[in-house]
């Protein structure tokens, strides 16, 4: 049996010469220039197609007389042309219009200058910002009035900060002097929230910092990681004080309690855990969830504990027996974030599915955001006037669900745009400017916009036709 070397043929070097020149051939013809050139226009198709735009935008008024154009441009607005220059939004005419043009013939809906606050429109409603808002009732428009509530309106610019590594958590000082950031180089860093600049920069951790606390009670700062450890920081000596074992795999969330020394840890082994700051014993072990326990957030009455986790559930849990009082089931995925309503008896929880309203203490759902974000949400924060922002940056009415504002995250210099992602953000104390955390290893802090208004921004609310309860 011949080998492999006596079946293969040497090929002759004139050979490649003449393929290298075939294929140059083909590819000269292929890539010609005459290719690119277009054909000559038609005439015949380029009057077809103009003849057919103007019966398509003209048709219905090309040919009217010029004194029926000029009746139908006023037509509604009688004794309004010198009012008409005070204001350039449009809105759809009132009954006035509507009345006359029943008796004419068919309806029609007609634009028309808004009209100043001395005529009473009859079917308006007039918002703060002074611009008129038809409002249709039953009988005109054949159908029942939207029991959802109108949105309230909201406004947010941005600056930008810096940080190195990834930015996984965030926390405000209650004082609103300084806040701290936990990355994914080990480090924490202390910032002023007024200017922006780097305070203090605190070492201890091995693996990335996923969670932040500062106590309103003592001069404590809390922080939880990838190392199993929850470390407490004396911030008088800035050093570690006590540390808080126990934990089997990576901690993702920590709260504090707002009344007492306890402290609530979660992590990737399924368990909530509540510590004594000053002991540092750990009082309970709330077991209940069958994935990682990704959010927590604490209340000073009963459920004291609400924790959401990986495996779709929140749970509501009680604090003297160490129980679950509550199980919801309401997400379809992995609920990464809970954010608590500062004023109202309710809070928000966020999974890829969808963002979620329920009431407290009993926990019924109350109804989805009207806007579904095709993203995984992972932090979420709202404010005292009801601002709800998640971590995809879509700024919602906690009240109304409705988007309002929704900003695509600009990622630094150098950085790659699948980096443009968001871990952390927080409100400071005011509640007026926010704090993102995010993956490009910036800290971007937002606020509201002094120079917009309802009318540079409005809200553009639909309120949904039917209302989901599940």
Same mark, same amino acid.
């Given at each position: 049996?011949?080998?492999?070397?006596?079946?293969?043929?040497?090929?002759?070097?004139?050979?490649?010469?003449?393929?290298?020149?075939?294929?140059?051939?083909?590819?000269?013809?292929?890539?010609?220039?005459?290719?690119?050139?277009?054909?000559?226009?038609?005439?015949?198709?380029?009057?077809?197609?103009?003849?057919? /735009?103007?019966?398509?935008?003209?048709?219905?008024?090309?040919?009217?007389?010029?004194?029926?154009?000029?009746?139908?441009?006023?037509?509604?607005?009688?004794?309004?042309?010198?009012?008409?220059?005070?204001?350039?939004?449009?809105?759809?005419?009132?009954?006035?219009?509507?009345?006359?043009?029943?008796?004419?013939?068919?309806?029609?809906?007609?634009?028309?200058?808004?009209? @100043?606050?001395?005529?009473?429109?009859?079917?308006?409603?007039?918002?703060?910002?002074?611009?008129?808002? @038809?409002?249709?009732?039953?009988?005109?428009?054949?159908?029942?009035?939207?029991?959802?509530?109108?949105?309230?309106?909201?406004?947010?610019?941005?600056?930008?900060?810096?940080?190195?590594?990834? +930015?996984?958590?965030?926390?405000?000082?209650?004082?609103?002097?300084?806040?701290?950031?936990?990355?994914?180089?080990?480090?924490?860093?202390?910032?002023?929230?007024?200017?922006?600049?780097?305070?203090?920069?605190?070492?201890?951790?091995?693996?990335?910092?996923?969670?932040?606390?500062?106590?309103?009670?003592? %001069?404590?700062?809390?922080?939880?990681?990838?190392?199993?450890?929850?470390?407490?920081?004396?911030?008088?000596?800035?050093?570690?004080?006590?540390?808080?074992?126990?934990?089997?795999?990576?901690?993702?969330?920590?709260?504090?309690? @707002?009344?007492?020394?306890?402290?609530?840890?979660?992590?990737?082994?399924?368990?909530?855990?509540?510590?004594?700051?000053?002991?540092?014993?750990?009082?309970?072990?709330?077991?209940?969830?069958?994935?990682?326990?990704?959010? +927590?957030?604490?209340? @000073?009455?009963?459920?004291?504990?609400?924790?959401?986790?990986?495996?779709? %559930?929140?749970?509501?849990?009680?604090?003297?027996?160490?129980?679950?009082?509550?199980?919801?089931?309401?997400?379809?995925?992995?609920?990464?974030?809970?954010?608590?309503?500062?004023?109202?008896?309710?809070?928000?929880?966020?999974?890829?599915?969808?963002?979620?309203?329920?009431?407290?203490?009993?926990?019924?759902?109350?109804?989805?955001?009207?806007?579904?974000?095709? %993203?995984?949400?992972?932090?979420?924060?709202?404010?005292?006037?009801?601002?709800?922002?998640?971590?995809?940056?879509?700024?919602?009415?906690?009240?109304?669900?409705?988007?309002?504002?929704?900003?695509?995250?600009?990622?630094?210099?150098?950085?790659?745009?699948?980096?443009?992602?968001?871990?952390?953000?927080?409100?400071?104390?005011?509640?007026?400017?926010?704090?993102?955390?995010?993956?490009? /290893?910036?800290?971007?802090?937002? /606020?509201?916009?002094?120079?917009?208004?309802?009318? %540079?921004?409005?809200?553009?609310?639909?309120?949904?036709?039917?209302?989901?309860?599940?």
């Amino acid at each position: 049996m011949p080998g492999p070397a006596a079946a293969m043929e040497p090929v002759e070097p004139q050979s490649l010469k003449k393929l290298s020149f075939k294929s140059l051939k083909r590819a000269l013809d292929l890539f010609s220039p005459t290719h690119g050139q277009c054909a000559p226009p038609d005439p015949e198709s380029q009057r077809v197609r103009i003849s057919y /735009k103007v019966n398509a935008e003209y048709g219905a008024v090309k040919n009217l007389s010029g004194d029926q154009r000029h009746d139908q441009g006023n037509h509604g607005t009688p004794g309004q042309g010198n009012q008409a220059s005070s204001s350039s939004a449009l809105v759809l005419a009132g009954s006035q219009t509507s009345g006359d043009s029943q008796k004419d013939g068919p309806t029609t809906l007609v634009l028309a200058p808004v009209q @100043p606050k001395g005529i009473d429109t009859g079917h308006a409603a007039r918002t703060g910002a002074g611009s008129v808002i @038809p409002v249709l009732g039953s009988a005109e428009s054949g159908k029942v009035p939207s029991r959802w509530p109108r949105p309230e309106w909201h406004a947010h610019g941005r600056t930008t900060g810096g940080h190195l590594g990834w +930015v996984r958590s965030v926390a405000i000082d209650p004082s609103n002097s300084w806040f701290c950031t936990g990355s994914a180089d080990r480090t924490i860093k202390i910032w002023d929230l007024a200017s922006a600049q780097l305070k203090l920069t605190l070492t201890g951790h091995i693996e990335q910092i996923r969670g932040l606390a500062v106590s309103r009670r003592h %001069t404590y700062l809390f922080s939880a990681g990838d190392d199993k450890l929850v470390k407490c920081w004396d911030l008088e000596q800035n050093k570690v004080i006590r540390s808080y074992h126990g934990h089997l795999s990576g901690v993702y969330c920590l709260a504090l309690h @707002p009344t007492l020394d306890l402290l609530f840890t979660g992590g990737r082994d399924s368990v909530c855990r509540v510590w004594d700051i000053r002991t540092k014993a750990m009082i309970f072990a709330l077991s209940g969830h069958d994935n990682t326990v990704c959010s +927590v957030f604490t209340r @000073p009455v009963d459920p004291q504990v609400v924790t959401g986790s990986h495996d779709t %559930t929140i749970k509501f849990w009680d604090l003297t027996a160490g129980k679950t009082m509550a199980t919801l089931t309401h997400h379809k995925k992995s609920v990464r974030a809970m954010a608590l309503h500062p004023q109202e008896q309710a809070f928000a929880s966020s999974s890829a599915d969808n963002v979620k309203k329920f009431r407290l203490p009993k926990g019924e759902f109350l109804h989805n955001m009207l806007s579904q974000q095709k %993203t995984i949400v992972n932090a979420m924060a709202v404010n005292e006037d009801g601002v709800l922002v998640t971590a995809g940056h879509v700024v919602l009415g906690l009240k109304s669900g409705h988007n309002f504002q929704q900003a695509q995250t600009i990622v630094q210099p150098g950085s790659l745009d699948s980096e443009a992602g968001i871990y952390a953000l927080s409100y400071d104390m005011t509640g007026t400017r926010l704090i993102t955390c995010e993956a490009d /290893k910036t800290i971007k802090m937002w /606020k509201e916009d002094p120079t917009a208004t309802p009318e %540079t921004h409005p809200l553009n609310f639909k309120p949904p036709k039917d209302l989901r309860r599940y």
